[in-house]
């Protein structure tokens, strides 16, 4: 459910990674990643960064599933713990946060400006195709305030 399952090139990679080597790159990605941020690496910060983006792929992470994937690669993190990251680096402009919902959200490591699908009956959330959408115009904003960004969540369901 929108979790480390999925193909890669889909934004739901797996961030499995083994051996030495690996392990070290991934920590060094999530530190100059934090850097990038302005963030200070804390062992929490560092340990959840290099499971969003140490294999240098992007993908879209709801908390739950960071926390198990954490927890699973024998990290103590809690829950709110992992709450509060996500924020902080969304905040400090390294995750763009999705809300599918009034309850859930899903973060993305590719911060540009793309479309998503989001299917209701499995809860998982990929990309549209790059250049897929186009929109058209917008209304004019209430006086005194700005358009800061459009969403687009494509909904889908089993047909």
Same mark, same amino acid.
């Given at each position: 459910?929108?979790?480390?399952?999925?193909?890669?090139?889909?934004?739901?990679?797996?961030? @499995?990674? $083994? #051996?030495?080597? %690996?392990?070290?790159?991934?920590?060094?990605?999530?530190? *100059?990643?934090?850097?990038?941020? /302005? &963030?200070?690496?804390?062992?929490?910060?560092?340990?959840?960064?290099?499971?969003?983006?140490?294999?240098?792929?992007?993908?879209?992470?709801?908390?739950?599933?960071?926390?198990?994937?954490? @927890?699973? $690669? #024998?990290?103590? %993190?809690?829950?709110?713990?992992?709450?509060?990251?996500? *924020?902080?680096?969304?905040?400090? /402009? &390294?995750?763009?946060?999705?809300?599918?919902?009034?309850?859930?959200?899903?973060?993305?490591?590719?911060?540009?400006?793309?479309?998503?699908?989001?299917?209701?009956?499995?809860?998982?959330?990929?990309?549209?195709?790059?250049?897929?959408?186009?929109?058209?115009?917008?209304?004019?904003?209430?006086?005194?305030?700005?358009?800061?960004?459009?969403?687009?969540?494509?909904?889908?369901?089993?047909?």
């Amino acid at each position: 459910m929108g979790d480390f399952t999925g193909n890669p090139g889909d934004g739901n990679q797996s961030c @499995a990674a $083994s #051996g030495g080597d %690996v392990a070290a790159g991934a920590e060094r990605r999530a530190g *100059r990643w934090l850097a990038r941020g /302005g &963030l200070r690496p804390t062992r929490q910060r560092l340990t959840l960064a290099t499971l969003l983006i140490g294999d240098g792929h992007d993908r879209h992470v709801c908390a739950e599933g960071l926390y198990e994937a954490a @927890a699973r $690669s #024998g990290q103590k %993190v809690s829950l709110a713990t992992v709450y509060n990251t996500l *924020r902080s680096f969304t905040e400090a /402009g &390294l995750l763009t946060e999705i809300k599918v919902d009034n309850s859930r959200s899903y973060f993305d490591t590719d911060t540009t400006d793309h479309a998503y699908f989001f299917c209701d009956g499995d809860g998982r959330l990929t990309d549209a195709p790059p250049g897929s959408v186009r929109i058209a115009a917008l209304p004019e904003p209430p006086e005194g305030t700005e358009i800061a960004k459009v969403e687009v969540v494509i909904r889908l369901r089993k047909g």
